[in-house]
């Protein structure tokens, strides 16, 4: 089945603890996303990758990491959390390097940061 | 800046009723237009839109795209409680995805 696949789904951690999202998904696309999701604001992007070993900033990447070292995976690395943080969060993907395609979306992942 | 604005923000419906959501934008490099459909977990697609005028339909559900104008309509014809969700509009300019903030439809028996 297709599909994109994030951990944990749910997360409830302290201030300054590194913590690290995974994002995995199996359709062969080159194009992955991070968004964060808030009351009122819509899905707003952390970080984008066109392919491997290329990753660009989206519109909120303040305090957020990515890598892509394979095509499938695109985990999310908060270093240094704070409460600001907390939210909840999808990763996405779609083929072409996301030009005119549709994404696909993970569940998502609810981080609570106290 | 770029930004992509939906009205309105919140809908409450009956079974039967048609409702029309609305998505205005201002975005450079515009290439397309898309509708999501997000229930209690991850947005599904509904339509992607890139030429005015061209009505895009599948059920119940139709979306058109006005790129003089800037905005996007999504109508939903006889209405139905499973109809309930957040309808998410976002504008793809080259690399990039930008959503508008949703409109939550909620559909009464």
């Known amino acids: 089945e297709a599909q994109v696949t994030q951990n944990p789904r749910y997360l409830i951690t302290v201030t300054g603890k590194k913590l690290t999202v995974t994002c995995s998904q199996n359709?062969?696309?080159?194009?992955m996303s991070w968004y964060r999701q808030d009351p009122g604001l819509g899905l707003r992007q952390i970080y984008y990758?066109?392919?491997?070993?290329?990753?660009d900033k989206g519109d909120v990447p303040e305090g957020y990491k990515v890598s892509r070292k394979e095509k499938r995976n695109f985990p999310l690395i908060l270093e240094s959390p704070s409460p600001n943080q907390t939210s909840l969060y999808f990763c996405?993907?779609?083929?072409?390097?996301?030009?005119?395609?549709?994404?696909?979306f993970g569940d998502g992942t609810r981080l609570s940061i106290l | 800046e770029d930004k992509v604005v939906q009205s309105p923000l919140s809908l409450v419906v009956h079974e039967g009723d048609t409702v029309t959501l609305n998505c205005s934008y201002e975005?450079?490099?515009?290439?397309?237009l898309l509708w999501y459909k997000q229930e209690k977990k991850a947005p599904t697609f509904l339509f992607m839109l890139t030429s005015s005028g061209i009505e895009k339909k599948s059920g119940r559900l139709s979306s058109i795209l006005d790129k003089k104008e800037l905005f996007s309509i999504l109508n939903i014809t006889a209405t139905q409680t499973g109809d309930s969700a957040v309808y998410l509009c976002?504008?793809?300019?080259?690399?990039?995805?930008?959503f508008g903030a949703g409109t939550r439809l909620t559909v009464k028996p």
């Open positions: 990758s066109m392919n491997v070993e290329v990753t």
């Open positions: 975005v450079t490099n515009f290439r397309s």
């Open positions: 996405a993907s779609s083929g072409s390097g996301g030009r005119n395609q549709p994404q696909h």
């Open positions: 976002a504008v793809n300019n080259n690399n990039d995805m930008r």
């Open positions: 359709m062969n696309h080159e194009y």
